[in-house]
């Protein structure tokens, strides 16, 4: 987890200290990666952690928009966007163990989202 500054709780989550700093026009932003037209998918069951994520058994999608890698201050995120709201979907704060591939697939990968208190969850990703 990043530095803390003397204002921030010692608690908060990567997630929230993005989403934080996002109200704070100091910060230089970067955009590194906008893909419009991601699919998000809920993940089954992984048959084995040795054999990886399949992206050909995910079946359920449960949104579509746009993906932006973002870099502010010292965190940079993969955001999940609306693409007509513009709102967050999901932040996913990127870090060790935050992105893995599929092995059957160079367009789809799982990543681990964040809520404000730090819970989080597994979600595949596709793109067109």
């Known amino acids: 987890m990043m530095k803390m500054d003397s204002g921030e709780k010692s608690g908060s989550s990567d997630a929230a200290i993005f989403l934080q700093s996002l109200h704070d026009p100091e910060i230089i932003e970067r955009v590194r990666c906008t893909i419009q037209n991601a699919h998000v998918f809920k993940l089954p069951p992984r048959q084995s952690a040795s054999v990886g994520w399949r992206g050909a058994d995910w079946k359920e999608k449960v ?3 746009t993906v932006k890698i973002v870099e502010r201050g010292d965190l940079t995120a993969v955001l999940l ?8 979907f999901a932040v996913c704060p990127v870090k060790e163990g935050a992105v893995d591939r599929c092995v059957d697939s160079s367009r789809y990968f ?3 989202i964040e809520n404000a208190n730090g819970r989080h969850m597994f979600i595949g990703v596709a793109f067109n």
Do not use: A, N, P, Y
């Not at 966007?81 to 967050?88: A, E, F, L, Q």
């Open 63 to 65: 949104w579509q928009g």
């Open 81 to 88: 966007v609306d693409r007509t709201k513009g709102s967050i």
């Open 110 to 112: 799982v990543l681990r």
